[in-house]
């Protein structure tokens, strides 16, 4: 999933997740300390057009540019994902 944002976004994993779930860093683990989600930093998009070329949607430049990495084929990661995407409130994509 990538998040489009106006502003330079900062995602609290800590405090989206709780037991049996853990955050370290950018990363959410399970109880067996599985992978379940990565957050890449955020990087900011300042060429006009750049959003659109890459993901066919328009978005105003310059924009802030989040990747959410579900590495867990889990409705547990589906689900934190998407908590993620809710908190960090811009416009969502996603290829599946």
């Known amino acids: 999933m990538i998040v489009l944002t106006s502003e330079k976004p900062t995602l609290d994993l800590q405090a989206l997740v709780s037991p049996p ?21 955020p990087v900011l998009i300042s060429v006009p057009g750049e959003p659109e070329r890459l993901l066919g949607i328009d978005a105003a430049t ?19 994902a998407q908590r993620c995407t809710e908190t ?9």
């Open 88 to 96: 960090l409130d811009g416009t969502t994509w996603a290829d599946r």
């Open 21 to 41: 779930l853990h955050a370290a860093g950018n990363d959410v683990f399970d109880a067996e300390d599985r992978l379940l989600l990565r957050v890449r930093e």
């Open 62 to 80: 310059p924009v802030w540019w989040t990747e959410i990495h579900i590495a867990a084929a889990s409705a547990e990661a589906r689900h934190l």
